[in-house]
């Protein structure tokens, strides 16, 4: 679980969860990444064309699946409680990473029901790891030291 301390995007999140699922690929582990609206949008359909139990057979024979941008949008009851089945498909047998910019505390924006996000939290905290990547937007730090090395650039010389 990759999780930023506060909500600022640009903390490397989605760089790590590829960079371990890069390392997992060329090891020799089935690896998927995936946005969690995504996953979520692609369960809804599975279940409406009647195809969720292939669905989810399908992400169980995967040994990793990465999970990006949990926390982004409101899931609803539907979408949410696919996505525990998911995650509950997967548990204690195959690994699941998934980076967020919202701590534990704020998953209730994500999962509404409180029962069914304590239960999320709980299967994903259950014997993982939690890496916190920082505060600080890369990006921004990044467009800030540009602007600067364009204006010292453009500083006339004393």
Known sequence: ??????????????????????LAAEAGYRVRYTLASKLVNELVEAADERQLSKLIARYGRVDLILIDELGYLELDRRGAELLFQVLTEREERSAVA???NEP???WTKTFTDPRLCAAVVDRLTFAGQIIQTGTVSYRLAHARQQQNAKKAASAPAR
């Open 98 to 100: 998934i980076a967020s």
């Open 1 to 22: 679980m990759l999780q930023s301390l506060a909500i600022t995007p640009g903390t490397g999140k989605t760089h790590l969860l590829i960079s371990l699922g890069t």
């Open 104 to 106: 534990f505390s704020r």
